[in-house]
């Protein structure tokens, strides 16, 4: 007894030629077609909807960077903080300031001191692990 498989290829056998010639055909326009250039012009209308969105793009991007009739914002114009010496002194005055409105006064020999923080380096971290 034949199989399916034997049985088709038997009935079909006779279309391989017809296939055949098909297919070089199928392929003798592919590589016709692909050994053709595209002209500019052809390059061009194949671009025209991307080149159509970046230029919008760019309208929108010089829309958003003209000129507002605003004057620019020069750096020197922004207050700089003043040196860290100039801070803690003023610190200091205002404690004093502070401490002669309260009446309070510190003892013979004992200092009002300001406190100021070690840096993150010499500063110790302890964790308690149970």
């Keep these: 007894m034949k199989t399916p498989r034997e049985l088709l ?15 070089r055909a199928v392929v003798a326009n592919e590589t016709q077609s692909a050994t053709s250039r595209l002209s500019l012009s052809d390059l061009l209308r194949s671009l025209r909807w991307h080149l159509a ?38 610190l200091r005055e205002h404690r004093r300031l502070l401490s002669e409105m309260t009446d309070a006064h510190p003892a013979d020999g004992e200092r009002l001191e300001l406190f100021v923080p070690k840096p993150h380096s010499e500063s110790r971290h302890e964790f308690v692990v149970a």
């Design 9 to 23: 290829l038997k009935r079909h056998r006779d279309a391989q030629p017809k296939l055949d010639v098909i297919r």
């Design 53 to 90: 969105g970046m230029s919008t793009v760019w309208l929108f991007v010089l829309i958003l960077r003209a000129d507002t009739g605003r004057s620019p914002v020069l750096a020197a114009a922004i207050p700089q903080p003043p040196p860290p010496q100039v801070m803690i002194a003023s």
